[in-house]
């Protein structure tokens, strides 16, 4: 039978054949980088490490990319969990007018949605209108060019990468559960508590994990909202390339940038297998 | 009965939950309710809401030959890389449906890894590939990138697909005689037709949409639209980009509208029928 399968196996592959090459075309070439990035002056050192070291603005820009992943994945679950726990709990239409509105931001382009919040959050922008039309403020608030204005475009980008997976999560849960804790004498409260929310414990956990990770890599919106005052991993491996054309000090932070996110994806995995094993 | 059900499942977070909802909804859709009337102003600035309305922009778009080779180009990756990735990500799909054990997980992994690896990894990458290879600013090189990055979507859509798909129908088809490709034509093709047009969709707007690995490989006499956009953005905020904006939103909201409508009429008569 395994042989079978093995057979049967060493038939099909040739059809995915072109997909491999071509995730190995862009793939393979990073993995390269990395090596070199071990090389200086012709020998094996870690010359391009120990700058990183050295430089106390290396760490600055990597504790910035931390924070700024934290603060978005954190106010992405604070939002996003009641969001998709609404829209389970709605009529089918209501689920289907609710699901099309995080549709809508989500098949708009990221770069058309960053440059939205520009505009919105600029210094003479919507916001700062309306919260000096009703008194709040006295002078324009600093929304754009900041770590606030990258937060709120980033938060933008992810909520529906996070609704969506987390709201077909929740579907697959039984409310019977649920109903036979409030029958046994739970408040809504506890029942919510220690029932539901535990059950949608493995979907929270997953798309938590993956907004925290895809934050990391994020260039687009900290280049533009940040406008110079948010410096993330990602534009300084660019500004390294681009500007100076040190492929060392670039390919060096991506090795960080890329142990940092495989080390949570697969950490993280091995985790959950473990306690699911418990 | 089925409203009981809800009631007495679900109506704990009922009396605020509703005006939350409203300020979710609000956030999520104002960059599109901004963007669109703004880039009907007739103002040199952004202002918004906008106090005379032009189509100014539009003209400032579609009468610059800059904006409309970035187009061109956009475009041209576009429908290149949909009919490259479509095709390659469906067999990808079937070979991994077709692995014994392990195998098939394995190569799924392998083939999403475009999709959770930091973009700009890829984008040094293939730009330090793409300098020794003379691909630099080509359509061919730019094409081959967004075709890597649009397979990791196809293949997730068609598994799915697949997921669905009854193989005894296929080994029926090729008892009777049919070769493998004539059973994948006739017999797979028209039942996973959903997931494959999805599959195409999310190629087209993949590469329609990327910047950064456009950044560094698609510029010279080959700039895409994004790559434009963003560096007139990184100067100042012209409001053409707000024409240019609208457009693109209209463009991925009606093809994936479209599909929706679609794929729901098809859900309900393959209900109805059964």
């Given at each position: 039978m395994a042989a079978a399968g093995r057979r049967r196996?060493?038939?099909?592959?040739?059809?995915?054949?072109?997909?491999?090459?071509?995730?190995?075309?862009?793939?393979?070439?990073?993995?390269?980088?990395?090596?070199?990035?071990?090389?200086?002056?012709?020998?094996?050192?870690?010359?391009?490490?120990?700058?990183?070291?050295?430089?106390?603005?290396?760490?600055?820009?990597?504790?910035?990319?931390?924070?700024?992943?934290?603060?978005?994945?954190?106010?992405?679950?604070?939002?996003?969990?009641?969001?998709?726990?609404?829209?389970?709990?709605?009529?089918?239409?209501?689920?289907?007018?609710?699901?099309?509105?995080?549709?809508?931001?989500?098949?708009?382009?990221?770069?058309?949605?960053?440059?939205?919040?520009?505009?919105?959050?600029?210094?003479?922008?919507?916001?700062?209108?309306?919260?000096?039309?009703?008194?709040?403020?006295?002078?324009?608030?600093?929304?754009?060019?900041?770590?606030?204005?990258?937060?709120?475009?980033?938060?933008?980008?992810?909520?529906?990468?996070?609704?969506?997976?987390?709201?077909?999560?929740?579907?697959?849960?039984?409310?019977?559960?649920?109903?036979?804790?409030?029958?046994?004498?739970?408040?809504?409260?506890?029942?919510?508590?220690?029932?539901?929310?535990?059950?949608?414990?493995?979907?929270?956990?997953?798309?938590?994990?993956?907004?925290?990770?895809?934050?990391?890599?994020?260039?687009?919106?900290?280049?533009?909202?940040?406008?110079?005052?948010?410096?993330?991993?990602?534009?300084?491996?660019?500004?390294?390339?681009?500007?100076?054309?040190?492929?060392?000090?670039?390919?060096?932070?991506?090795?960080?940038?890329?142990?940092?996110?495989?080390?949570?994806?697969?950490?993280?995995?091995?985790?959950?297998?473990?306690?699911?094993?418990? | 009965m089925k409203r009981v059900e809800r009631t007495l499942g679900s109506r704990i977070g009922d009396y605020w939950l509703n005006p939350f909802a409203i300020v979710v909804v609000i956030f999520l859709l104002a960059p599109v309710f901004v963007v669109i009337p703004m880039s009907f102003s007739d103002s040199n600035y952004l202002e918004f809401p906008p106090r005379v309305w032009s189509l100014r922009w539009y003209h400032a778009y579609f009468d610059s030959r800059e904006w409309m080779a970035a187009t061109r180009t956009s475009l041209l990756a576009a429908f290149s890389t949909v009919l490259l990735a479509t095709p390659i990500g469906f067999f990808a799909a079937y070979a991994i449906r077709n692995m014994a054990g392990r195998a098939g997980g394995i190569l799924f992994g392998l083939l999403l890894l475009p999709q959770v690896a930091p973009v700009i990894l890829l984008a040094i990458g293939v730009f330090f590939l793409y300098i020794r290879l003379h691909l630099v600013n080509s359509l061919i090189g730019i094409v081959l990138a967004h075709t890597a990055l649009a397979v990791p979507f196809v293949v997730t859509t068609v598994s799915a697909g697949l997921k669905r798909f009854d193989f005894r129908l296929d080994q029926a088809a090729r008892s009777l005689g049919a070769s493998r490709l004539r059973a994948i034509r006739d017999v797979m093709l028209p039942q996973i037709?959903?997931?494959?047009?999805?599959?195409?969709?999310?190629?087209?707007?993949?590469?329609?949409?990327?910047?950064?690995?456009?950044?560094?490989?698609?510029?010279?006499?080959?700039?895409?639209?994004?790559?434009?956009?963003?560096?007139?953005?990184?100067?100042?905020?012209?409001?053409?980009?707000?024409?240019?904006s609208t457009l693109l939103i209209i463009v991925s909201v009606v093809v994936v509208g479209v599909f929706m409508i679609v794929s729901q009429r098809n859900v309900r008569r393959h209900n109805d029928n059964a």
């Open positions: 196996a060493a038939r099909v592959w040739p059809l995915a054949a072109p997909g491999v090459a071509l995730v190995s075309l862009v793939s393979l070439p990073f993995v390269w980088l990395s090596l070199l990035s071990f090389v200086a002056d012709g020998s094996l050192s870690l010359a391009n490490y120990a700058r990183m070291v050295e430089n106390p603005s290396y760490q600055t820009i990597v504790l910035k990319t931390l924070q700024l992943s934290a603060v978005v994945t954190i106010v992405v679950i604070a939002v996003g969990y009641p969001t998709a726990y609404f829209i389970h709990t709605r009529s089918r239409i209501t689920a289907t007018v609710l699901l099309a509105c995080v549709a809508i931001p989500f098949w708009t382009s990221l770069l058309v949605r960053t440059y939205a919040w520009m505009v919105i959050l600029q210094r003479n922008g919507i916001v700062n209108g309306w919260l000096q039309d009703i008194g709040l403020i006295e002078r324009p608030l600093r929304l754009s060019n900041s770590f606030l204005g990258t937060s709120i475009g980033m938060i933008h980008i992810m909520l529906p990468f996070f609704i969506f997976p987390l709201y077909s999560a929740m579907k697959q849960i039984d409310m019977d559960l649920v109903r036979a804790a409030r029958s046994l004498g739970a408040s809504r409260t506890k029942a919510f508590w220690q029932v539901f929310v535990p059950l949608s414990g493995p979907g929270l956990f997953a798309g938590s994990l993956l907004t925290f990770v895809l934050c990391l890599g994020f260039y687009v919106t900290p280049q533009l909202l940040g406008g110079g005052n948010v410096t993330v991993i990602s534009m300084k491996i660019q500004e390294n390339i681009t500007n100076y054309s040190d492929w060392g000090a670039a390919s060096a932070l991506g090795v960080v940038l890329l142990v940092v996110v495989a080390g949570l994806l697969l950490g993280v995995k091995k985790l959950g297998a473990r306690l699911e094993a418990q | 037709r959903l997931s494959l047009i999805a599959g195409a969709i999310f190629a087209f707007v993949t590469s329609l949409d990327e910047v950064v690995v456009s950044l560094f490989i698609a510029g010279g006499d080959n700039t895409v639209l994004t790559r434009k956009m963003f560096l007139a953005l990184r100067d100042q905020v012209d409001p053409t980009i707000a024409a240019i």
